[in-house]
C-alpha cells in the first residue's frame, strides 16, 4: 500500500514555487493539502472575520491547484479558510475558486464545511458541563458566547464524509492542520501512527526544510514507514531537521493532541534515504477515551486610536517613569471634565509603552536598558471609536508638553512623526477560549454544503 | 563568556496556540547539545525567575533526535491581548542570550 500526499505550500497564498509544485503533480499524488489558517496571526481574524493575506495572494495560489487537481482527478483539500475558519471565510474563498473555475473552464463537485458555532448550542454544552479547559484557558462564564465569535475545530471525520459523499474540492472551516493531509490516508486505513505523524511532519509544507521556505512537500506513505521529500531544488531535508518539526508551535513534541487521540512520537526514527528525502517510522497513535472538538473565540475589546512618539533628551527620558503614572491620573480627570461624566473613565485604557525602555518583553529586564532614545507607542481603547479618538487627541496633546521638573516654560517632550499624531486602529479583539467540547459525534458540530461548479 | 550562541544555532521564542509560550534552544551538534544539557542551565528554575511563572507550570523537554531542548509554560498575557506587546512572541528568547553559561565540569 501506498499513499502520495502533496504539501504545495505551508499557508495557501503565501506562495510556492510553480516549479517546484510541478514535481510533486508529477508524482501523481492521492491528494494535494492546503492549510488556509492559524490563530498565529492573532485574535483579529476571528474577531473581525477578515482574512490575513489578499484575494490576490490567495487567487494565484489557488489557480495552480486547482488545476493541478482537474489534471490529475484527486481531491482538493484546503483547511481554514480565510485564516479564521470563520463561515465567511469558507465563504470568500469559494468565490475566488467559482472565478477561477469559470475563468479555467474546471469542473467539479465542491464541498464546504462549515465550523461556525451558534451562541446557543455553546450555551446548552456549557450548562452541561460539556465545555472543558484545556491547559492555560482563561476563565469563561456563559455570557461569554453572546459576546464573541467561535469556530470549533474539526478533526478528519467531516472531511472523510465529504470525500465519500464525491467532492473533488473541499473548502473547509476551523479544520486541524493535520487533518487535512490525514484524512484521505486514514479513510483508506492506513496506520494512524505514521498517518497522524505524517500530516504533523508537512502541514507547514517545507518549514521543515533546509533552508525552510514556503515550498511543498511530498509524502509516500506506505506500511512501515513514510517518506517524506522537499520538492525544491534548491532545499534539503536532513533527519534532524524533520525530527525538529515536532517542537514548532507546538507546546510538548512528544504527544501531539488531535480530537480523536494523541500522537506520540516518542519512539520515532528519522533517516536520510538521500539528501532530499528522510523515512520516518516507529509514531503511534493513541485514541482518547471520548472524541473532543476544540474551540477558540474572539470577542470584541473595544476600537483604538494609537499615537507614536519618540523621545531624545535624557533628562525627559529620566523622568519618564514617573510622569507616565503621573498622566494616568491626569487623563482619568479630564476625560470625566470634557465627557460631563458620559464616559466612565475605567471604561477607557489609556497604555504607554516605552520602546527602547522595556516594551518588548513580556517578563522583567534583568538589566535595566539605557538607550539613547525611547519610541512611546500610546494606545488608547475605549468601548467606542470616536470616544478613543476624541481622548486621543487631548492625551496627545498633553503628552507632547510634559511638564519636566528641570526646565522653565513649556517644551515638547515627544516627536511625532504623523501630522495628525492619532491613527484610529479599528475594532481590538481579544481570544476567549482555549477549551474543548466533550461528549459529541466528529461530524455533529460541522454543516456540509455541496455544490456542482 | 560562554553563552547559549556558543552552542545553539538557533535559539527561538513563539506561541504554541494563544495561550502558550514555547521556546526552541536547537544545538550546534551532538556535543553541543551534549554539553548543554550537562550543565543543567536550562532549568525550570531559571525561566521560573525570569519569566516569573510557577515551576510546576512549566514543561522542559529535551528531545536528543532534534538535538533540541523545549520549553513551553503559559502565556504572560495572552496573544493579541490588550497589553500584549509581542504578537508573535517572537522576541521573549532574547535575554536569554546574554546570561552567561558555568560549563566548568570539574567540581
Known sequence: MEFRILAPTGALGAGFDAEAFRRGVAARPHVIACDAGSTDSGPAALGSGTPKLSDQAVTRDLRLLLRARDELGVPLIIGSCGTSGRDIGVDRVAALVRGIAEAENLHFTMGLIYSDQPAERLEAFFDDGRIAPLPHAPDIDRELFARSHTVAMMGVEPIEEALRSGCDVILTGRASDTALFAAVPHMRGADPGLTWHMAKTI???????????????????????????TLAEDSRLTPRSVAAHTLYENADPFRIVEPSGILDTTDATYEAVDERTVRVRGARFMPADGYTNKLEGAELVGHQTVIVGGVRDQVVIRHLPDLVPFTKKYFADKILDVFGGDVDPSDVDIDFRLYGDGAVLAAAEPEPL??????????????DQATAHAVATFVAHASSHLPIPEYDGLVSTLAYPF????????????????????????????????EEV | MTTL???????????????????????????????????GFLNKDLFARLYGVHPADILLVNHPLALAVKVSFPRP???GDLHDADCYAGQQYAPLMDLPIETDHAS
Open chain 2, 77 to 79: 498575557e495572552p496573544q
Open chain 1, 370 to 383: 539605557r538607550p539613547r532614545e525611547i519610541g512611546v507607542l500610546i494606545t488608547v481603547t475605549a468601548p
Open chain 1, 419 to 450: 501630522s495628525p499624531p492619532e491613527t484610529d486602529r479599528g475594532p481590538l479583539y481579544r481570544f476567549t477560549l482555549n477549551h474543548v467540547v466533550t461528549g459529541v459525534t466528529p461530524t455533529e458540530l460541522f454543516r456540509t454544503v455541496t
Open chain 2, 5 to 39: 550562541l556558543d552552542f545553539c544555532s538557533l535559539v527561538r521564542s513563539k506561541n504554541a496556540g494563544p495561550f502558550t509560550l514555547t521556546f526552541d534552544f536547537m544545538c550546534h551538534d551532538q556535543a553541543a547539545y551534549d554539553t548543554l544539557v550537562g550543565t
Open chain 1, 203 to 229: 502541514e507547514c509544507g517545507a518549514a521543515c526544510a533546509v533552508p525552510p521556505s514556503a515550498n511543498g512537500l511530498l509524502v509516500h506513505l506506505r506500511d512501515d514507514h513514510f517518506d517524506v521529500t
